[in-house]
């Protein structure tokens, strides 16, 4: 009999317990309090980069490539330079948004593909005169930078191809630090 009534005691000590779990309903707590909080205004950012170049000015999108088809007037032995402005437009109110502009290899279409070569520097500044190594700009939020496309066409390359146009693509990426 003596196990009887331990069984039975224990069956009423589970049954208060899961009578107790349910009366709580999920919360895990004996008392439980709720509040209203007032409806909060949130604006979000955009990260936006934009880019001027003679082709005009537009936003950078992911993995965009800006094609330049200011490249004119190119004679055997020649080169021009064409700047391409960078602007880190981000809209963030708050905090410092600062921006990394990296170029890729520029990439040459049309009928003087051979005999053109292309290559995008920074520049130290706002124009052309002084170009640094590397292939990347970091620009704090507001702020542009240019890079600058040096075009030259071959000196071997044909008389006939002298005064034509050409397109060079650079491969752009953002990456926000």
């Not at 055997?76 to 064409?82: F, L």
């Not at 905090?95 to 995008?120: E, K, M, N, W, Y």
């Not at 002084?130 to 620009?139: D, N, P, Q, Y």
């Amino acid at each position: 009999m003596r196990i009887t009534a331990a069984l039975k005691a224990t069956a009423l000590m589970c049954a208060a317990v899961l009578m107790a779990l349910f009366t709580v309903q999920g919360t895990l707590a004996l008392w439980s309090a709720t509040a209203a909080s007032p409806a909060q205004a949130m604006q979000t950012a955009d990260f936006a980069v934009t880019i001027i170049s003679p082709a005009g000015t537009a936003q950078l999108a992911p993995a965009q490539a800006v094609t330049i088809p200011a490249v004119t007037g190119l004679k055997p032995g020649t080169s021009q330079t064409v700047p391409v402005t960078v602007k880190n437009a981000t809209d963030a109110g708050n905090g410092a948004f600062t921006a990394r502009i990296t170029a890729g290899v520029p990439l040459i279409s049309g009928p003087l593909a051979g005999h053109l070569t292309a290559v995008v520097s920074p520049a130290q500044g706002t124009n052309c005169a002084t170009v640094l190594t590397g292939s990347s700009i970091t620009l704090a939020q507001g702020v542009s930078g240019v890079f600058c496309l040096k075009v030259s066409m071959a000196a071997a390359a044909p008389a006939t191809l002298g005064g034509s146009n050409a397109a060079v693509t650079i491969p752009l990426t953002a990456q926000q630090l």
